[in-house]
């Protein structure tokens, strides 16, 4: 009996010091996460600027219609101006309209988090970034895309006859599309920002 006791004691011990030992693998002081939720903060809202003044310049320039090619062609050569060794920059969403942008596991784990927040009532301002440290040591920063006004031209309802035309022309380009049927204040996908130590 006492082998039996001195045995499950042991086991015990073992399975502690390895659970603790994967846990601090990965896991990150509040301090080195609240940076870099700052980080990723601010490398979305740079990019985020970016990419909405470009826009905003296509349509004032173009028209809705085609600044939806111009789109399609720009978005992830702006997206990536603040792509670097270190720090990798993506937009993905549970309805995507390019297939490149479909989530990984991950990912969709974190969209399907934000959208049972949102089911929950909680609003907008109140969904907080999510920041994780993965097994490899990469940092993670998610967060909530939030569709604005100007946004639903494009991702908003298909059955809008005077916007015929104009799902016409995504529908070329995007044969895949599933990013539509949105209205402003939805969540229409995340921003994802790898931070990968040297």
Same mark, same amino acid.
């Given at each position: 009996m006492k082998n039996i006791n001195y045995?499950?004691? %042991? #086991? /015990?011990?073992? +399975?502690?010091?390895?659970?603790?030992?994967?846990?601090?693998e990965n896991d990150f002081s509040n301090e080195e996460r609240l940076n870099y939720t700052k980080r990723g903060n601010?490398?979305?809202?740079?990019?985020?600027? %970016? #990419? /909405?003044?470009? +826009?905003?310049?296509?349509?004032?320039?173009?028209?809705?219609?085609?600044?939806?090619a111009y789109c399609q062609a720009n978005a992830y050569p702006l997206t990536d101006i603040y792509t670097s060794d270190s720090v990798k920059i993506r937009r993905t969403a549970l309805k995507y309209r390019n297939t490149a942008n479909k989530p990984?596991?991950?990912?969709e784990r974190i969209l399907k988090f934000f959208a049972s927040q949102k089911e929950k009532g909680i609003e907008n301002d109140s969904l907080q970034a999510i920041t994780e440290k993965d097994a490899s040591g990469k940092i993670h920063f998610y967060k909530p895309i939030i569709l604005q006004s100007m946004c639903a031209n494009c991702h908003?309802?298909?059955?809008?006859?005077?916007?015929?035309?104009?799902?016409?022309?995504?529908?070329?380009?995007?044969?895949s599309d599933m990013a539509f049927g949105f209205?402003?204040?939805?969540?229409?996908?995340?921003?994802?920002?790898?931070f990968i130590k040297k």
């Open positions: 045995s499950l004691i %042991t #086991l /015990s011990l073992l +399975l502690s010091v390895f659970f603790l030992a994967c846990k601090n601010s490398v979305v809202k740079q990019t985020f600027d %970016t #990419l /909405s003044h470009s +826009l905003k310049s296509a349509i004032s320039e173009m028209g809705v219609e085609n600044a939806v990984d596991t991950t990912e908003g309802s298909k059955t809008d006859v005077g916007q015929a035309s104009l799902w016409k022309t995504i529908d070329s380009l995007y044969p209205q402003p204040g939805d969540l229409r996908g995340i921003w994802h920002v790898t």
